[in-house]
């Protein structure tokens, strides 16, 4: 057996050990911590850096989180998220023109419902808006199967570390591509006109369903948990679409809302109240509105958003808002010429203006 001697020197080695161990996990923890800072700072910098050039257009999946950052403080009542056929669909200055309320487009093409929510969390870090309209075709977007909750903590990692995203800016930053557009408030003015080749009855009756992806009604879920806790309205709506939607995906969608007990909107189903006329509202061939459908259905969901969500005020006297009067003039006479060339096409195709 060890002597007095003996485990008095292991004590020591013991405390020896202990203390090393210490040092080494406070060395680990300090590296961790100074890393977070340096990602922390790398990331805002980058953002300043390439966010010079992405504010003239979209060129980049990830600009829209740029964008939404450079909007004053609290000041969206109405956020937008959606793929192309939200894009297409929702003109923030139109609902300013006609409503006086303030809104955003944070729609991307191909939008799905992990990127959706991702958009949702950035934009609630400055924003808190009154309520929330989402363009339904998104969840019609299929995940990898068992990939949701694998690519949602992706996205969170992104979010909260925007230097993993922002290589593409960087690259456009660098680049420059030589078409940047202008975009209002997330929305693109799209003056092409091609209607649909056979239109038929696409809404024709049927009992039948279409099944969305779980795991995009899983999210769906989680994000109208997220509008329950922030006290926002969540509404849903189908953008006009011959190539996109069916009576099978509206019973589909009407069942969901139902479930949910949120309000849904098919426009699909509403195009002569609308006022579509597909010879002349469609940008290519039935997949998505251009800028004259786009108007008639901002002007519908402006009615559908005030019945619905009372808290929605006109802000358009606001001094606060100004700044938003001043770019709808702009946007407004640069759409006129824009609807006037669009009217000359129209004419030359021997279409119905």
Not at 135 to 153: F, N, Q, S
């Amino acid at each position: 057996m060890p002597d007095s001697e003996g485990y008095s020197n292991m004590g020591k080695e013991t405390s020896k050990s202990i203390r090393s161990g210490r040092r080494t996990a406070l060395q680990v923890l300090a590296f961790l911590a100074c890393l977070l800072v340096l990602l922390l700072l790398a990331s805002r910098l980058f953002m300043e850096i390439t966010g010079a050039e992405a504010k003239h257009g979209y060129r980049s999946r990830n600009t829209v989180y740029w964008d939404l950052g450079q909007e004053k403080k609290n000041s969206l009542d109405l956020l937008v998220l959606g793929n192309s056929e939200a894009f297409a669909s929702f003109s923030p200055m139109e609902l300013w023109l006609g409503g006086g309320i303030p809104s955003y487009l944070a729609s991307i093409p191909g939008e799905t419902m992990v990127e959706m929510n991702s958009i949702l969390h950035a934009a609630l870090r400055r924003q808190h808006p009154k309520a929330l309209l989402i363009e339904t075709h998104a969840l019609y977007t299929d995940l990898e199967p068992g990939k949701a909750d694998e690519l949602l903590l992706q996205q969170a990692g992104q979010n909260a570390f925007q230097i993993f995203r922002l290589h593409n800016l960087w690259k456009d930053a660098i680049e420059k591509p030589k078409n940047k557009r202008r975009v209002w408030k997330g929305f693109r003015l799209m003056p092409t006109i091609r209607p649909p080749k056979q239109l038929g009855d696409y809404m024709k009756p049927d009992d039948g369903t279409e099944p969305i992806d779980p795991q995009n009604v899983r999210i769906l879920k989680k994000i109208q948990k997220i509008c329950e806790r922030r006290g926002m309205a969540l509404l849903l709506y189908s953008a006009p679409s011959p190539k996109n939607y069916n009576m099978k995906r509206h019973n589909t969608l009407a069942l969901l809302s139902e479930e949910l007990g949120v309000p849904y909107t098919d426009l699909n189903l509403r195009t002569g109240e609308v006022g579509i006329d597909w010879t002349t509202d469609s940008l290519d061939g039935g997949d998505h509105l251009n800028l004259s459908g786009a108007r008639k259905t901002t002007a519908y969901l402006q009615r559908v958003l005030q019945a619905e969500v009372p808290a929605l005020s006109d802000k358009r006297s606001d001094p606060d808002y100004s700044e938003w009067n001043g770019l709808a003039a702009r946007y407004q006479k640069r759409e006129n010429r824009m609807l006037a060339k669009m009217r000359e096409r129209a004419a030359a195709q021997g279409l119905t203006p």
